[in-house]
């Protein structure tokens, strides 16, 4: 892709890196009477109740899906070649969005950290070494949304910097009791930004909904934007 431009780059933060990044858009939104969220996660649907969407579930292979585009897109740096492939992924679990009258939405959410990409953890062993490495560093979260009608298609990403404080004793009861209740399990990266303790986070350089799965604002203005033209 080469027409890859750069929305908004509002953080003036010392990386630059929480953005929101077009990365394939065609025709016009047209209208809709319903829409639907293609996905099964709760913090989503949480997110996007004021729209009162009905819930769908895509079955695809993110991970073959993720293969691919990492390869293609190998001559990035490592954060735009996982977003770009993060936007392939949103793009898949609309593919067989076909029904008029209808907005399609869909996101994918990975964490970047240490250079790598940590997926959800397997289980609570990797959840623990995913969430211990995040102390005292900085790491990313990227969403990508893909927002879809008949004839129109809208791709883009959004990046949050999570900063996490430096590692002191005291935050052993708190780390532990956050494994406890196992609900890392179901999320990327193996947290999540809106359940653990407070003191664990220095700093959010974007929109914490990017962490939690959504930027819903960035949604909802696309919307806005796209049905007054
Ligand atoms: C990092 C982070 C992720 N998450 C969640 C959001 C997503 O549910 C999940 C990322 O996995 P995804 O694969 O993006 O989404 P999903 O499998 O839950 O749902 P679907 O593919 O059907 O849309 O992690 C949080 O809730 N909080 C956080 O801080």
Redesign the pocket.
């Given at each position: 892709m080469d027409d890859i431009i750069v929305v908004k780059k509002k953080m003036n933060t010392e990386s630059g890196s929480a953005m929101i990044v077009n990365y394939e858009q065609n025709g016009q939104l047209q209208p809709f009477n319903q829409v639907v969220l293609?996905?099964?996660?709760?913090?989503?649907h949480e997110l996007l109740a004021f729209m009162e969407p009905v819930i769908q579930?895509?079955q695809i292979d993110?991970r073959q899906i993720e293969a691919t585009y990492l390869t293609q897109y190998q001559s990035d740096a490592f954060l735009p070649r996982v977003a770009k492939t993060c936007c392939e992924i949103s793009k898949a679990?609309l593919s067989k969005a076909r029904e008029s009258n209808t907005l399609y939405i869909?996101?994918?959410?990975?964490?970047v950290a240490c250079d790598q990409i940590y997926h959800?953890p397997k289980d609570l062993e990797e959840a623990e070494q995913m969430l211990r490495s995040y102390f005292g560093q900085v790491h990313h979260?990227v969403?990508s949304v893909c927002l879809k009608t008949t004839d129109y298609l809208d791709v883009f990403y959004a990046v949050t910097e999570v900063e996490f404080v430096d590692y002191y004793p005291a935050l052993e009861p708190l780390i532990q009791s956050y494994l406890e209740t196992k609900s890392s399990l179901?999320?990327?990266?193996g947290?999540?930004?809106?359940e653990i303790d407070p003191r664990f986070v220095a700093r959010i350089d974007g929109d914490i909904y990017t962490?939690?799965?959504l930027p819903v604002a960035e949604v909802s203005r696309r919307i806005n934007t796209a049905i007054v033209k």
């Open positions: 293609m996905s099964g996660s709760k913090r989503r579930v895509a993110e679990k869909a996101a994918d959410t990975m964490v959800k979260v969403t179901d999320k990327s990266g947290y999540g930004i809106q962490v939690v799965g």
